[in-house]
Structure formats: structure tokens, C-alpha cells
């Protein structure tokens, strides 16, 4: 192994840690609150001087532009017809800027068009939007249709929404069982979105429900986060000091400082470099 190799080896390593990371938000049910959290939790983290990006990719009713007030000059379905040729410069030229410093691209205009949204091409622009970004987060359709599918397959982290109804509850249950089944789990954290809304179920009861001991938990506070979607101004923006803006600066806090930590035990070198290291080492001895 030449010296040369072991440094190009290492280049990489490092390079891999430039990645940004992907989060994608799902849930099992419509309108529990993906896009809300989208757009205040990208707002939340830019906060933070770090370089956000939202994919809207509810490819068919997408409506981050909407949540953010926002007329794309340019969609996805643009960004898909110069595949061949895209590159990092050129896909920033189609994303729309948000006053908070988050850049979007939007999802296509007419629902028809989402079927032109294959796979390899979302793979191949969230792989462009990653080495410019540090957090990408991914708006999704419901459920577990394909399309959302590959969002989750590909993501670092999955954020799945469910609230404190029965039917939402069950089916958040079967996505997650169906994800273990995929072997993806692992990577699913859920929210409980207006976690204290008047129901049956307490709060308290879900990671019981769901197995799942460490969720994220966001307030009820229909006012504002209507009236947020509506206006399309972030409520992370103008209602900073309510329960539920505190509630997603906090998790954008827990989300950053859990790939910090992510990110320093990364650095350790990796066990290819640390063998490349030592069989230089041992040929400098024998020599
Ligand atoms: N924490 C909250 N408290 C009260 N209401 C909320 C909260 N989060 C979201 N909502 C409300 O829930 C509704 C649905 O929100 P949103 O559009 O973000 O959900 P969605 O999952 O993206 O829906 P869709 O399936 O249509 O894409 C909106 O009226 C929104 O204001
Ligand atoms: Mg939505």
C-alpha cells in the first residue's frame, strides 16, 4: 500500500463526514403535522448558523411552498429534466430561498408530474443537495408509498409523526412494524404531535403503545399552527416564545447535538485507515 493510497483513503473519510445529514418526515396518516414540522424545524435549525435544505417530497400535493409563503420558480420536475447534466452549481439555481436562510426545492406543480420523480433521480439530487447542506429535511406523502419508501431508505434519521388519536396511533404501530421488517427501525424516532390535546390516550402512554421509549413530544396549539400554515410564516419565526415554537427549538437542539456526537466518534479513524496505518508502519520498520 503506497503513501499516496493511504492519503487518498483518508481524503475520503473525510470527505464522508462533510455529508450532511438526511432527515425524513413521515407518518402513517394525512395531516398529523409532516409539514408543519418540516418548515419549523428547518427554520429552527438554520437558526443555529447551519445550512439547511428542504426537499418537498409529498411529490404529488406538496405544500412547503405554501407553509412558507413561498412561489417556486422551479420545482423538482425541472430539476429531473437536466439530470444528465446536473451538477452541485447547477442544482442551487433551482432552489427557492427562504428569508430564514433555508433553501427549497419544491415538489412538482401538478400531481401528475410526480410520476416522473423516479428513485435514482431523487437519490442522485439528494446526494447533490447533501454535500452543500448540513441538514437536508424531506417532506413526504403518506404512508408507505414507494416514493416515500426510498426518502426513508436513504435518510440518516426518520422522524415519524403520529398524535393521540386511535386510528392514527394503530397505523403509526403497523408502519413501524413494517419498517422493522425492513430492517429500518432503527433509525425511526417518533413525535408525538399535539401531544396535549384533550383524548383517551394520554401522552404517557404512547411509547408504550409504540415501543418506542424516547419520542419527541410538540404541544397542541391548533391556533398558532394553523394560523402558521395559513399566513405561511413559520411560527418558529414570529411566535418564538410560545410552547410550541420552545418545543421545536428544543428538538432541533437534541437533533444537532446527537450528530455532534454522531460526528466526533466518527473521526475516530476507521478501521480500514487504522490497517493501512499500520502496514505503513510496519514496512517503514522492516526497512
Ligand atoms: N402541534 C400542533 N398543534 C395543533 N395543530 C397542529 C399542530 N401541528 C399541526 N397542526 C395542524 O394540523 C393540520 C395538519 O398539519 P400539516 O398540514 O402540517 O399536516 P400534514 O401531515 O403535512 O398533512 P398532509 O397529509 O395534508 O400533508 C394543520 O391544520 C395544522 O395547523
Ligand atoms: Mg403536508
Not at 487518498?8 to 438526511?22: D, F, L, P
Not at 432503527?186 to 402512554?205: F, G, P
Not at 446527537?258 to 479513524?269: A, D, G, L, N, Q
Amino acid at each position: 500500500m503506497t503513501d499516496t493510497t493511504v492519503e487518498t483513503v483518508e481524503k475520503e473519510v473525510k470527505q464522508k463526514h462533510k455529508r450532511g445529514e438526511m432527515i425524513t418526515v413521515c407518518s402513517a396518516k394525512g395531516g398529523v403535522g409532516r409539514t408543519t414540522m418540516t418548515v419549523n424545524l428547518a427554520v429552527a435549525l438554520c437558526k443555529k448558523n447551519i445550512k439547511v435544505g428542504i426537499l418537498d417530497g409529498n411529490f404529488m400535493f406538496g405544500d412547503v411552498g405554501l407553509a412558507m409563503d413561498l412561489q417556486a420558480a422551479f420545482t423538482v420536475k425541472d430539476v429531473i429534466e437536466d439530470i444528465e447534466e446536473l451538477d452541485e452549481v447547477s442544482l442551487s439555481s433551482y432552489f427557492s430561498r427562504h428569508e430564514s436562510g433555508v433553501k427549497i426545492l419544491a415538489a412538482p406543480d401538478r400531481p401528475e408530474y410526480s410520476e416522473l420523480v423516479t428513485k435514482d433521480n431523487v437519490s442522485k439530487i439528494l446526494d447533490l443537495m447533501l454535500t452543500q447542506l448540513d441538514y437536508v429535511i424531506v417532506d413526504t406523502g403518506v404512508g408507505l408509498q414507494d416514493q416515500t419508501l426510498s426518502l426513508i431508505e436513504k435518510a440518516d434519521q426518520v422522524l415519524m409523526l403520529t398524535n393521540l388519536e386511535m386510528a392514527t396511533l394503530k397505523n403509526t404501530k403497523l408502519m413501524l412494524e413494517t419498517l422493522e421488517t425492513l430492517d429500518l427501525r432503527d433509525k425511526v424516532t417518533t413525535v408525538i404531535n399535539r401531544s396535549t390535546m384533550e383524548s383517551v390516550i394520554n401522552a404517557s402512554d404512547v411509547p408504550d403503545i409504540l415501543e418506542d421509549y424516547q419520542p419527541y413530544y410538540i404541544p397542541n396549539d391548533f391556533q398558532i399552527a394553523s394560523q402558521s400554515l395559513n399566513i405561511g410564516i413559520p411560527f418558529v419565526i414570529n411566535q418564538r416564545k410560545t410552547e410550541l415554537a420552545k418545543a421545536v427549538y428544543k428538538m432541533a437542539e437534541q437533533l444537532t447535538s446527537r450528530r455532534e456526537i454522531k460526528v466526533y466518534e466518527s473521526e475516530e479513524p476507521s478501521f480500514l485507515s487504522k490497517l493501512f496505518q499500520k502496514s505503513k508502519r510496519s514496512k517503514e520498520g522492516t526497512n
